[in-house]
């Protein structure tokens, strides 16, 4: 066995790479989650995260993953029976699906073939029809990290607006929220859930809702069983800075550092960075000739890039030689396109040069892997990232 | 405001103070939680919290409080309108029977007064009274962390057997695992309950559930509504070494490194010095003249030390002079003991000097808030400490 | 052989406990020493140095431990043959002198009994009879760390002043800086000696001289060989911000930290705090009934106590029970009082509960290794701390 | 002024980039360095020097940059007037003469163009002509940081040899340790330097000297002036465990584990990953069409590879625009070469993907700076990478 020496790169789409300041700032003593001390920090990451949603409604930060925080949405507004609209769009919304159907509700579940964002025709469509306004919600995933297509929410929240629908609008944003635009008030968003371990750049652990007023009315009206994901519980203990549990606590010293580094960077610089980044990385594959999962122009994830490997050809076993070779992991296809797609996280705490060695890393892999590709995919990233257009990238002509 | 230097006091019983070590193994970059290297942390943890639960069955680690422990006790076996025997031993006796509440359980909740450990004989005359065993539970705290009372697993265990009742038995060990001994399997427990911030040493994020074969049927019968807490999902994804979600992996680090602290100690030795530092505590409480909320002789926590105040007296205003004047937090009295109690955690990464700075923090803290009390305390736990009776430590005669 | 748990009480007279921001600050990558980045922290511990030493005269910071800072004292201002007069105050003026010889110095060495300060009296005498001013520097030990006696630099220098003698004052305030009073400027010190490991809070490794501008002309004009320890090779490099050579990087990220601790807390505070702890432990030990090592009022540091072993009794054994049962440290006796003396720290990071566990642990200690003492020396530090006369402390009746 | 996310590309020849594992093992409390614990430690990183030295005498470990590592092998075994013959390598030499100047030591000083290794032709006839062996030793540097040019050892203690010369071999492989082949024992070195910022991964702060037994004999008769730098004061402690002053304690914890790393990957394996990492880079400078400084074929560095810029081009603007645009520091060409010469570090904890996102952010910096080159030397890197002939590299044709 190889004994790698440098850093990994972990270039999947997250958990991302963690800055050491954050790393430090977790690496701290523990306090009591009860004292004068903890409140400051307590109030601290709230309003943190209400700049990180654009929101000035309660934000709810649970020691889970994201998976609990979709849990909670459900829980907090929905019964047993209750019709949800939710969309096809990869395996994120899939696995929320089985959430809900868990729950027991009744879910309306538009297909999609895994390459696009959210049918919003279809979603048009079902509203309008749904005259008695039997859907209580819709859930869509911002940015579905199975597939690297992204839905956007506003698109959503129009539609509802047009036909006048009362439903609740669920945004699933774990691997959106830091990387990509998000504007919860402003969009008229109701629930929104996110997690830590993506553009928040901490170890997973930590999940959030955020929640409209109406959410909250709707919650208060509902009397659905639930407890630990109870979100007026946690409001009002939030009040005075402190949770109705002990607190993941260093988690949350984490998260203080890492939006203090969001911001010290300009959240509308962190969404431009991820969004060149994205570019460079799809400029790479056009010249590798490889495709993207995403075939939606528009709807490209600026926090990560799926790529389809031609047929033949394994993306487990190339992501194995790019792991045992290079020391980088990638992420693997899901699902239905397992085998299919490997994913290349460029989410998080991430530069131009790191993005270098990871596409470095993908084209050397596909040699040594024998993937059928063309050379010099890097040289149109390296345009990219010098601020040009990367048809001007040198062609690299095989001898 | 007074800047404090050296270090806090952390002792409150929990979260605990967090060995350098721990922190140092969870400050390290998160890895992919789908790749190999983290199977083997994945199983070497799973594993590691069998050791330490003493048992052979499945341990499920949620990324949660513990809190969100007990919540998955009950949504993985019970049902609404299911009838439970539950003991108001404390405060966490209340929250948990709060959360039965909400899942709509049928909670025959024998009160108590918070000074002893469970009535053993009200929970015999329970369950032998119901021939038709509609109890389906019986959920009991082992270390109840509000009050300083232990309750003994087996002797409840002893109580099932001799009645043949087939409940199942619920033990909160939240505040007691890795401090206390316990037997999950040796003693029959079906649902174990942990959290990782207190004898764990770790930060909170972390809790457990370990379950026997019954627990597991039963959950396997049980139609009711769960996802996030799933037992069943959990444990058949672990046996790739991973989880349904993404873990708490940075907590994980540190779980592993915990547990061999803990194993380099001896659970045996940890035991024993739990026992040795909660000795010593009575035996300074003892020469103050004060009283422990604990009434029962054999009851009394080797964790943490629960003290009364003397009537007119605040421990809140008491514990707040402890902390500005020399930066140690204790823990505040719970619900109905509100400002009457305040406690003092022995527990987790701790030594004998440790709590020699602990007791003269109260012994001065109950000088400078003027409570009655009479100097020396600190002398009789030193006799303890030295392996010594602490009839025979000097006295202090004031002069 | 025991495995210790909890915190380890490092109470030697130095290395003394590096808070946790501090070891977190150092525990960053390191950078490139020429660039810009570096050159705003090369500036900052500079001037935070300045600061702690109160000049406004160059402060050379070196890769080394305070031994090199006393030779680069010495190999600066001085040339073989040159006369210096030195004090036996304890095992560090021995040590320095030691290295006077190596490098040649004619030494007069001012004997003592190393339970006092130098003897100013002597020093007058020799200064005021030595009218040729073949006395180059006088050389003394602020805080004789070996003998818990300190030297006020300030009285020498007044005696430098009276007699007008031109002799460079040059003071090794290595375990001084930082915890007792301490005016480079103000004093008239040419040359003032630290190092990181005391009151600076930070791991051992870096060096200071504080250099007078009579200092620094005496060193240009100086032609003896030189070139690690070469102030003006500094000093110049220094005006860019960096050094002539590779700096101990990761230790100046602690300094520059450690110093803001120092300055949030307030040097007077930090002093005050120094003399109060030493207060407490000299009402501890009276009352044990034991000696200190420093017989002169006045002359006791607040920043360590050095304490004598009744005869028959060897101070190294009881250090050896002290750290076996008690997992502490502390400090042995040097040279001709080994084994006849122990040295208590409580400089640096450190505060009233930690002063507590150390002095139980001594107490406890005295009792295990059969040392005669009266017990209760813990009940009137314990006075001291809460702002009392230590004579108010109940007394110990042993029955 | 721009915000930079992501890690720093620290990518110049010393310090290197210091291993999480390495940080995380400094970062724990300071011990007590005359306690049993710390000799353990004090042992281990004894004995583990002399395996990486690769010998079995004596190693010192100074709290010191490298140069004071230097000044430790002059005035241990030289003293004012003593001959030496040095070789004007680069940079590194000039400075190692500047301290033998300050010792006055009279210095025959082969001049060089800094584009080779040392001239073994002159340093042959120089010990050849030498009859009466006045030349005492000859000084080289292994692996000359400031023009990537290396000179072995080996070959000149075979001069040495043949023309039966006694003087001592001294050796500077400050950058060359822990990177290049090196046997202190089996080439016959006696004197080595060395520091602990390159390939030893550690922040800066350690100074190493190993010594051969003819050295050790040489400084024993040697009545030179010296103290801190004394080698035999530090041997006859070391054997206790410890050191004649207060040791760079946790700058030793992370020497432990840097060596461990070292040992886990093989030191030849680190040595075979330094090779394949220089040829790689010498690949891509070939198809930028730049010159290395290094023109001695079979004299490249293994560590560091030194570039020239085209005439009318200055390195240090180029510099500038590489670490503004692409957060990467780079080695500033040095004295005689400052302008002209960039550097590439590509040593100590490194890797292939890291070494990608280096060369990128070099080949983009050479574009931006409008500085003549040709594109693709990225790609001709990869194949080295891939363990091919970086001449099968497709070839960049630029539209």
Tied chains: 1, 2, 3, 4.
């Excluded at 209750?82 to 809900?100: H, N, P, S, Y």
């Excluded at 006048?164 to 109701?190: F, N, Q, R």
């Excluded at 659905?224 to 409001?235: A, E, H, L, N, T």
């Excluded at 939606?296 to 190339?318: I, K, N, W, Y």
Aim: glycine share 10%; with cysteine.
């Amino acid at each position: 066995m190889t004994v790698h020496t440098g850093r990994h790169f972990l270039q999947i789409p997250g958990p991302t790479n963690v800055p050491d300041r954050v790393l430090r700032a977790m690496d701290m003593p523990t306090m009591d989650h009860r004292g004068p001390e903890f409140a400051e920090i307590g109030f601290a990451v709230l309003s943190a995260m209400q700049r990180v949603f654009r929101t000035k409604q309660p934000v709810i930060i649970y020691p889970s993953s994201g998976t609990g925080a979709w849990e909670a949405a459900i829980v907090n507004t929905l019964q047993p029976g209750d019709k949800v609209l939710m969309c096809e769009t990869g395996q994120f919304a899939v696995l929320w699906r089985g959430i809900a159907d868990k729950f027991k509700l009744d879910v309306d579940f538009i297909p999609g073939d895994w390459r696009h964002g959210a049918d919003l025709e279809q979603i048009e469509a079902k509203l309008s029809a749904d005259k008695a306004h039997k859907i209580k919600a819709v859930c869509m995933v911002h940015n579905e990290t199975s597939t690297a297509c992204v839905t956007y929410p506003l698109d959503v929240r129009k539609i509802l607006d047009t036909v006048k629908h009362p439903a609740l609008l669920m945004v699933d944003t774990i691997s959106g929220l830091g990387s990509l635009e998000y504007e919860h008030d402003a969009w008229g968003i109701d629930v929104s859930i996110a997690g830590s371990q993506k553009g928040l750049m901490l170890p997973p652990g930590l999940g959030f809702n955020a929640v409209s007023e109406k959410a909250l009315a709707v919650a208060k009206a509902n009397p659905g069983m639930r407890s630990y994901w109870d979100w007026q519980d946690v409001i009002n203990i939030n009040k005075a800075g402190t949770w109705p549990y002990t607190p993941a606590t260093n988690l949350l010293f984490g998260l203080k550092e890492a939006v203090k580094m969001l911001e010290e960077e300009g959240l509308d610089n962190v969404f431009a960075r991820h969004k060149r980044h994205s570019e460079a990385t799809r400029a790479a594959i056009k010249v590798w000739g490889l495709e993207t999962q995403c075939q939606e122009q528009g709807a490209h994830s600026p926090a990560l890039t799926a790529v389809r490997m031609p047929d033949g050809h394994d993306a487990d076993a190339f992501r194995k030689i790019v792991l045992e070779n290079f020391d980088m992991s990638l992420g693997t296809g899901l699902n239905k396109v397992k085998g299919k797609v490997f994913r290349i996280g460029h989410i998080g705490h991430f530069n131009d040069l790191m993005l270098m060695g990871t596409l470095s890393g993908v084209e050397m892999g596909l040699d040594l892997a024998k993937v059928p590709h063309r050379a010099g995919g890097v040289l149109a990233a390296m345009e990219v990232l010098k601020g040009r257009d990367a048809a001007q990238a040198p062609k690299a002509a095989v001898a």
